[in-house]
């Protein structure tokens, strides 16, 4: 998507953030991120301010209005949502700004507890019902084996994209970009940070043991588990043909190979 700079809105867009947050001293483009034709962070009278906008007629909009909607439900974690504005043809969320970076998953790093402690406040939240988000045994039935997306099923709201930089570390771990929000099995969210594991160095084998932190990944039966794995694959295989970026070709090789590993333990587990 496109970057835009704060500027570059409509005079009508800016001055409806000015009313929400103040006249704007600053803008500064955020680094990073790949849902927002604007991301920036400004300095107001009110004090700082993080803005995430799209066209109101962007393929992608809707993802956002979701977003401004799970908003409320979210754990205390993650950022406040302070206002959700239609105007000049932009769809705009103003967010809390969190001290901080990017999480490093890299293998040894100090912020893996905070991640793991993130996460396991999330395996506690249901999933809103007033609220219009996709149920997992939905979102990845195209992909998933016979007879298996129902095993995807569950309560728990899920974040689905787990990358480092959707979660923000200083004291802790904030998990932000809800662009995604998903309900389902609460194990499907240590499944989706397997992946992100892999690709930050960790083996197989350590992924995993990040995952088991989680009572629901333990106890998730190896059937489900690995009929996820094999739609996550699918799904990540479809992706990186769509798109030649060698970061979703890393993606797609590491959820064959997350694939391949649960698979062997089902095959492992099953009676001579």
Sequence with gaps: MI???FHDLPVEARQAIADKAGPVHAARTADGGLNSSIAAFLETDHGPVFVKGIPTGHPQAPAQRREA?????LPRACPRLYWHIETAGWDLLGYEVLPGRHADYSPGSPDLPL???ALAELQETTAPTDVPIKAAEQRWATYAPPGTAALFA????LHTDLAPHNLIVDDR???IDWAWPTRGAAWIDPAIIILRL???GHTLVEADAFARRFPSWRTAPAEAKEAFAAANAAAWQ????ADAASWKASMAG???AFHAHLRAQVIGNEPT
């Design 238 to 241: 479809e992706i990186a043909h």
């Design 173 to 175: 771990a904030h998990i």
């Design 254 to 256: 590491h959820a064959v």
């Design 198 to 200: 892999l690709e930050a």
């Design 69 to 73: 909607a799970i908003s409320p439900h």
């Design 154 to 157: 569950g309560d728990t709201l």
């Design 115 to 117: 991640v793991a402690a």
């Design 3 to 5: 970057r835009h700079h």
